[in-house]
């Protein structure tokens, strides 16, 4: 019974990343399709820009490369569920496990600001990012479904991990978009944007994109430390031991203080700002790879 | 802010007073915040102390001339070394101190009212004016009353103001991380943790000579241990078949609150320990007992009982030593346990499983002097073996018996053992209480829009209406145009 669970999980999981990769190949098509190269009598004329964009001819590319986002994170959820059932608990057992429920988190929060924001242009990072993380966890971190060990067996368990996970993908999303901003600052510092990045928005509106996620997520974030505190206090009999996993949500939890510190009553923005965000981001990243693999603290569930 | 840095007037005072304010400000505090941060990497990459104090010993023997070096500047107790607490220390002092002044500021106005009306509305972020029909002022007075703006009202205008919450919350939210840090500080020197190994079957008195480990705070005292009995009758551990990880852990005790109490049985796992007041018993880790009789030559009594084994892998193969000081001359057995024997080419005996479904013990009989009246404190798991001779090699199952030249081992059975770790934390309440707070004050503070309006009837007959958001907060636009309209008489 287990087993046909653990079955249908991963095949929803092939599944959700096929169709990942057809919204990766639409979102690249579209962004690539969009530019049109000069007619003959326009480059004649006194227009400088030398290529325009035309998206009347993408657009449905455009939403075909949201709707596979969609269905791809709809096919991941059945996929965590399905692990779910197959172990009789919280899909949050081992690091394949949490790098799944990740991808989930990450473009549930992209599809959420989708809804907000014109974020299309988006779209092919978060393709990229998402195969990325599904690949490694199919093909690297992959462990067969089974019970949990009796530590992680709490409430706590649901609480403080599903609040990291979550924090983690908006934490994630805000990072791609300072990255974008970077990469368009220089870009604009060298002359008018690539025909490509025209549609992309101002650098204005990514700042404030990226400072909304973050200072959107900080309490959650919160939560999720203050909630794991409470939870080691029963397990392990102290509330904070500065084990490695800990020191690094401390660190990440900082960096991101001192993230909305500086935007709010220094008055940082722009490019400042956005390298102190990726530093904030580069943390959570590290406290999830690099810890989970070769630390050697109590919070040793990565099953590898 | 001004880059100029005043010389400040010369005498103790002044020079308190500038570094009082450099060391209040804002910029010192986010630097302070950020060396924090920097500062607790190095101790979740080198192995500290009070965690894991077998591989700081090996960095002593792989590398004796920079472990030494490094231990000087505290690398291996990083959290409690005096440069980490110069920096959260400094921070502290830093927030109070700006925090506390910048509360009673608030406190003060927010039992004031808005400012009056400015002169100059055109240079607000939003404006719009327009010929007024006489009832924009009270409209407007309804309407901003009704979305609980606090209103200052004169005869031609009405200056109104909203969103005190985000400076309370952000009060609130930095009073709380004061809060935690008394929490913490009031935990580690009124608090103790300790632990101790007891065998299925006997009883823990928290007396401090019951505990194999014991360390208290600064001001805690011995009297403050709470005179509670446990003991612990079952403990069940049960095992995947597949993966031999471990799925559950139960351990039944009976507890005796103090003496005269009455005896109530308990149940303790992992997540669930044991609370008596502010001190949780909690179950840490369990492990085998073999249970020996050691006779002589005569056949007497020379030891008997469970001797808790070490374990070393998942499989629970435990080591242990078997001292035997009253025999003449003194006998030792250095012993492994195996819960499910199992040959290996390589690594001779193993364990295959971590309940006892085949046990084993294995050992080797040594006989001389076992160095136990040096005054050095010796490991119970092992045997200093340098002056002693090695005079058999055996192992046992349940229930046999093996002679040597002396005397004779019997193997009984095996009871397993737990290890209760007990821990005094009076502080915790207060630092999950500023947790709480923590959360509702960042709620309150980046959820709520600090933003003014104002409206004025000028003379001419003209309605001006401006509105101004603090820290660019978003929807103020929304919100002005829906005022616009109102005014306007539309719907
Ligand atoms: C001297 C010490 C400090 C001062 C003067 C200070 C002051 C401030 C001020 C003025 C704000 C902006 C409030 C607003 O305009 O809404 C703020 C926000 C914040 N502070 Fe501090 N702070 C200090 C220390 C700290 C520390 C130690 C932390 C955390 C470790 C911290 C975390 C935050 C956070 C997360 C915010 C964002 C909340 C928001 O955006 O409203 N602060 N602080």
Redesign the pocket.
Known sequence: MSQTWAYISNYCIYSAMAVYTLSFFAHAYETAWAVRSPQSEEASSANLLTKTLDYTRTEKVARIATAMMILGFLLLFAGVIARGLSAHRVPWGNMYEFSITGALAFTGAYLGALRKYDLRWLGLLVSIAVLLTLGTAVAVLYRPSAPLVPALKSTWLVIHVSAAIISGGVFLLANVIAAAYLYLDSMESKGPRSAWAQRLPSLEVLDQLSYRLV?FV?PLWTFAVIAGAIWAESAWGRYWGWDPKETWAFIT??A??AY??AR??IGWRGRRAAWLCLFAGSTFLFNYIYVNIYGTGKHTYSGL | MTNEIEIPELGALGLFRYSWRQL???R??LI??LMLGVASIPGSLIPQRDQNPMKVTQYFTNSPGAARWMDRFSLFDVYGSPWFSAIYIL?FI??I???LP?SIEHFHAARALPPVTPKNLQRMEFYNTWDSNGSELDRAHSWLKSSHFRILKTDNSISAEKGFT??T??LF??LS?ILILVGVGFGSLFGMRGEAIVNVGERFINVPTTYDSLTFGKLFSEKDLPPFVITVDKFVAKYNPVTNMPEDYTLWVTEVEKPGAPAVKKIIKVNHPLTFGSTNVYLQANGYSPIVTVRDKAGNVALQGPIPFLPQDGNLRSIGAIKVPDAKPQIGFVASFLPTQARDALRGGISVFPEALDPKLLFSVWRGDLALDKGIPQSVYRIDTSKMERIGLHSLKPGETFFYDGGSITFEGIVPWVNLQVVRDPGKTYALLGGIVAILG?LA??FTRRRRIWIRINDDGRVEVAGLA??AAPGLEEEIKKLFRLLNGEK
Do not use: P
């Open positions: 200072a900080f939890w900082v991101y203080a909305l510190h709010v009553t | 209040t400000s804002m010192t505090a302070l915040l921070l830093s927030l101190g700006c925090v910048r985000r400076e919350g952000n939210f930095h991380l960042l503070s980046l603090k820290n």
